[in-house]
């Protein structure tokens, strides 16, 4: 059985006393014992964070890293530092990422090798424009996503890699993609991890739905065969994004 997984992805918000607030709130709400919660923040916030979820379930994530371990890369962070801060979760190739900071297949598939090195779990997203869904060209723009994000990557690391699935057309956007549209790319992602690793660890990847998820419709996406969980971006910034995380327990 693969344990249920949700994300929170803070993008550029949250000050450390807003998170401080939020994730107390959280911590003392939450009521899961089956479903791994992490929470994608931003470096300024990552000590208090990490301060406020000691001892509690909650994980810590990152929503960059870059690949190489040190040097001269003003501005950036190396995986040694994520695991300094004890970050468990780190998001690849986020399409903001992609298309704000030209980030390609092949950088994230480097930034998947060197987390995994570093024992820290890679969320790689993949995931088409409502442009390429509509020229029916989705399913094999994801599978060169994916098919490129995990080029090289060990069999012994695989099945740490988390993969979500979020469309652009469904990212900020409150459009969510309905739960069979969300489930036949979920299902198509374990078929191509299938293809490369074999049908036993494509069962025991988790892959999760992104894209406009909140209180109201996490349930039915998460009753999905395929859909593993959420990585979550508006709704994760509320009190109410409670109410997403004890929806996977359900
Ligand atoms: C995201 O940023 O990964 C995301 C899914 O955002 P939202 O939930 O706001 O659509």
């Known amino acids: 059985m693969r344990r249920k997984i949700v994300i929170g ?44 979820l000691a001892e509690s379930n909650i ?20 995986v040694e530092m994520l695991k300094d801060l004890e970050v468990k979760y780190c998001l690849v190739g986020h399409s903001e990422r992609r298309k704000y900071f030209l980030e390609t297949d092949e950088t994230v598939n480097k930034k998947v090798k060197a987390l995994l090195e570093a024992n820290i779990k890679p969320v790689v997203c993949v995931g088409e424009t409502i442009t390429q869904r509509e020229q029916g060209i989705h399913l094999e723009l994801i599978r060169t996503q994916v098919k490129k994000a ?3 990557v ?8 988390i993969i979500a699935y979020e469309p652009l057309w469904a990212i900020g956007t409150g459009v969510t993609a309905t739960s069979d549209e969300a489930e036949e790319v979920c299902s198509f992602i374990r078929y191509i ?3 490369i690793y074999g049908v036993s660890i494509s ?48």
């Open 59 to 78: 994980m810590l994530g990152s929503q960059n890293v870059h690949s190489e371990p040190r040097g001269a890369y003003t501005g950036e962070i190396s």
């Open 154 to 161: 060990d069999i012994m690391h695989i099945e740490d890699v």
């Open 193 to 195: 991890v299938a293809e």
């Open 150 to 152: 995990l080029a090289d």
């Open 203 to 250: 069962q025991n990847i988790r892959i999760l739905y992104g894209g406009s998820v909140n209180e109201n419709n996490a349930k039915e996406l998460f009753s999905m065969p395929n859909i593993d969980g959420a990585l979550v971006g508006g709704a994760s910034l509320k009190p109410t994004f409670v109410e997403v995380i004890n929806a996977a327990e359900e």
């Open 9 to 52: 992805n803070w993008k550029m918000n949250m000050t450390r006393m807003e998170a401080k607030n939020l994730l107390t709130l959280v911590k003392e709400s939450v009521n899961v014992s089956q479903t791994d919660i992490a929470f994608a923040v931003p470096y300024t916030v990552m000590e208090t964070v990490q301060k406020v």
